[in-house]
């Protein structure tokens, strides 16, 4: 598997939660908070890591989803994952 930049997992991100989640693709920032501002609930979050984990196979910690708040949290824990 290619190396995936910060970018590419925003863009990765980005299609899921526009695809999967129906979040209108303008809402997807990178300080847009999940819950607040895309109405994920905790039920999403973990639907949401179980479709990242098949992009990266790798399987992100839940003590690590817990505080994520942010897209770019998100990208950020992802983007950590994948350098380990």
């Known amino acids: 598997m290619p190396e995936l930049t910060t970018d590419d997992i925003f863009q990765i991100l980005k299609g899921i939660l526009v695809d999967d989640f ?7 920032l990178y300080d847009a908070n999940l819950f ?4 994920l609930d905790s039920v999403d979050a973990v639907d949401l890591a179980v479709r ?3 992009y990266t196979n790798k399987k ?6 817990k505080e994520i708040r942010t897209i770019k949290d998100v990208v950020m824990a992802i983007d950590k994952l994948l350098q380990e």
């Open 22 to 28: 129906e979040v209108p693709p303008e809402n997807v």
């Open 60 to 65: 992100i910690p839940p003590e690590n989803f």
């Open 36 to 39: 607040e501002d895309l109405d």
């Open 52 to 54: 990242l984990q098949q």
